[in-house]
């Protein structure tokens, strides 16, 4: 049986290993290495995991047979200006679970979070190269941003932003 449900600072460790896994084909696609890419989710390390919960990210898993497959965090910075907005990080399905609509789950149950939070946006940057990504995100009703790209980084940043108050109602059958 599948369910979400939100984990504490104290599965730091589980939720760093399932970002890690779920992200290292990305790593090897774009050729991502600890090298050009050291805080790639590839390389998740359990500090980074505390250190979001520090922020007050909150993280949500979800477990098929309560066992962890997929996971996301959600952030609502403490001091935005104007419209109020969310961040979804790290959205992360093991591969062997990718395409079975996972992903769609976690990202819809981070929508209602954001609008219960009464919030106007949600926000995700994800690899400007990766236009399989950022196709599948538009699917679910994300519009494309600005793409950025950055010293630090191999890869571009395009960022993405979903309109709370501005979605049609789709009837799901």
Known sequence: ?????????????????LIREANRPVAKQ????????PKHPSFCQTSWVENDFKRDERY???????APIACVAYEVPAHSTGVRKAYLNRLSVLPDQ???????????????????????????????????LQDWYEQL?????????????????????YD?????KIEKT
Request: charged share 20%; net charge negative; proline share 2%.
């Open 141 to 161: 009703g994300f519009v494309k941003g600005d793409t950025k790209h950055f010293d630090h980084l191999p890869f571009s940043v395009t960022y993405m932003m």
């Open 30 to 37: 774009f050729a991502i290495n600890q090298d050009n890419g």
């Open 60 to 66: 949500f898993v979800l477990t098929d047979n309560q």
């Open 1 to 17: 049986m599948r369910q979400i449900k939100e984990v504490f600072a104290d599965q730091s460790d589980v939720i760093a290993q």
């Open 98 to 132: 990718q395409s079975k609509g996972i992903g769609s789950l976690l990202v819809d149950h981070i929508i209602e979070q954001a609008k219960a939070d009464q919030l106007g946006f949600i926000s995700i940057g994800v690899i400007g190269e990766h236009i399989r």
């Open 164 to 168: 709370l108050n501005n979605q049609p």
